[in-house]
């Protein structure tokens, strides 16, 4: 019974500190309407907070790559496609260079981490099975989802040009959408750490 009550503290504990986590976000999202006059742009801070988590998960992972052989080639690849996804909401820095040129900063990313990860494929493939396996992928999946799926969905032009008709206001649209994101970045950083940091069986080397 002891073990069981420590259990469910320390989930307990867990659920707040991620309320805590979510809440301060949305406090992003609120400061840039409420005190930055509708200002939810490219360097909002909901925004930066955005780029600022992608760079975590990034770090994180690649950190933990360089920490742990046995898993490395999906570390890798994992970090890789979270530095591609913040390529991607830089992308009005590329432009500054030439539009659309974040593709291929994006390409070249993609192109280092297959490459470093493609000698070891049988590491890379039992590193992927163990990431599913994990409590966290579920958390992550359910990120990744909100991002790439329903926030671009519900973010959609004709929706909010259609629901508000004349008084269509492109700042709620971009709100809507951008919290959306947040909140899947926010997800995703927090399967992150539990997938790094968590308690797990360790991986074994191929």
């Known amino acids: ?28 999202v609120f400061i840039d309407v409420r005190w930055m006059n509708n ?16 760079l975590t998960i990034a770090l994180l992972f690649f950190h933990a790559a360089f920490r742990q052989p046995a898993v490395r080639p ?9 530095t591609c996804m913040l390529i991607r909401e830089l992308d009005f820095l ?10 291929w900063f994006a390409l070249a990313a993609t192109a ?9 494929p049988k590491r890379a493939v039992a590193g992927l099975a163990d990431l599913l396996r994990h409590p966290s992928w579920g958390m992550m999946c359910a990120g990744l ?12 032009r004709d929706l909010w040009q259609h629901l508000m008709l004349d008084g269509y206001n492109h700042t709620v649209k971009n709100m809507a959408e951008e919290g959306c994101e947040l909140l899947g970045y926010s997800l995703c950083l927090l399967a992150s750490l539990s997938y790094l940091y968590g308690d797990r069986p360790k991986a074994k080397a191929a």
């Open 145 to 156: 989802l909100t991002i790439l799926v329903f926030a671009r969905l519900f973010g959609m």
């Open 39 to 54: 200002g939810v742009h490219e360097t909002s801070f909901t925004e930066i907070a955005q780029e600022l988590m992608l």
């Open 74 to 82: 999906t570390l890798v690849l994992i970090g890789g496609f979270f």
């Open 112 to 120: 280092v981490c297959i490459a470093i990860a493609a000698p070891q």
């Open 94 to 103: 590329f432009d500054e260079l030439s539009h659309g040129s974040w593709v």
């Open 1 to 28: 019974m002891q073990s069981d009550l420590l259990f469910i503290r320390r989930k307990a504990l867990a659920f707040l500190g991620c309320a805590l986590f979510l809440a301060t976000m949305m406090g992003m």
